[in-house]
């Protein structure tokens, strides 16, 4: 049976391509604390081994729009192409072809389905920076096969809270449970507070530095009801206009399971934003 061998939660910040491989004066005052971070994240992905990836993130409107807006989508390919081009113009991101895994991809499919979720999958997903960018964190190389998940934050009407979590649980049953003898990690990426085309986008940091901790507690320490008690749609408009993509973090706190305290937490201030990282081992941290 195949082992869930880490479970990380991340930001996915578009700028930390261009910021880490800028030199001289182009090099932003902040990147080698922001590279310093990543770095010590990025070795608890490489501890725990992993032979394939479980992505989690959110299409940014570039392949998904109103006119056929899944809940929740699992690409099933051979391989996925990326970044798109208002990516590589805006952020300077590589294009980047990523190997699929379409057997877990049918397996998580077919028994998801199974359990209650009625995931869409498209055989022609092409993925965008909240897939990629954690690849380029957390595993440059990008050698191992992935099989990317979406979920919609963006265009409402948007499942509640609490169905990410419960997506969350099943994502992680349903890796469990596959008769494969792999390592797989599950990755997850979302947001804290975030402002965009707001007054508020621009500042010092995150438009919502109260929300951004409670919300680093509640994930660190595995808080689930703490957090289902106060995170609601309508409460999540408050932080910031784009702050419903933390609902992808608390995904990923139902993967990890209610009260499991994260092995890794670390956090960095930048000007508009908080970015957060977090990994757990359900399986004992690796030798």
């Not at 970044?83 to 895994?101: I, S, T």
């Not at 954690?134 to 499942?159: C, G, K």
Request: include cysteine; aromatic fraction near 10%.
């Amino acid at each position: 049976m195949a082992i869930v061998a880490a479970v990380i939660a991340s930001t996915h910040h578009p700028f930390y391509y261009r910021a880490s491989t800028a030199t001289g004066a182009d090099r932003p005052p902040f990147a080698d604390a922001w590279v310093a971070k990543i770095e010590a994240f990025r070795e608890t992905l490489t501890k725990a081994r992993p032979d394939l990836l479980v992505m989690v993130g959110s299409d940014h409107f570039h392949q998904l729009w109103l006119d056929n807006m899944p809940q929740f989508l699992v690409g099933k390919a051979p391989y996925f192409d990326a970044n798109w081009y208002n990516e590589e113009r805006e952020f300077g991101l590589p294009r980047m072809r990523l190997a699929g895994d379409e057997q877990l991809a049918g397996h998580i499919l077919r028994n998801g389905l199974d359990a209650g979720f009625d995931l869409a999958f498209s055989n022609e997903l092409r993925i965008d920076h909240s897939i990629t960018c954690p690849i380029i964190t957390l595993r440059p190389e990008a050698d191992l096969p992935i099989v990317p998940i979406y979920t919609n934050i963006f265009a409402p009407p948007l499942p509640r809270p609490g169905r990410f979590v419960e997506l969350g649980r099943t994502i992680r049953q349903l890796v469990e449970s596959w008769p494969i003898d792999k390592r797989v990690a599950i990755i997850g990426t979302g947001h804290l507070s975030l402002e965009l085309g707001g007054p508020r986008q621009f500042g010092a940091h995150g438009p919502d530095p109260e929300f951004d901790r409670k919300a680093v507690d509640w994930i660190a320490s595995g808080d689930l009801e703490g957090c289902l008690a106060e995170v609601t749609l309508d409460s999540l408009h408050l932080p910031g206009n784009a702050t419903h993509g933390f609902m992808d973090f608390m995904l990923m706190m139902g993967v990890a399971g209610a009260g499991a305290k994260a092995d890794h937490v670390d956090s960095l201030d930048l000007f508009h934003t908080m970015e957060a990282y977090f990994t757990w081992y359900p399986n004992g941290v690796p030798a």
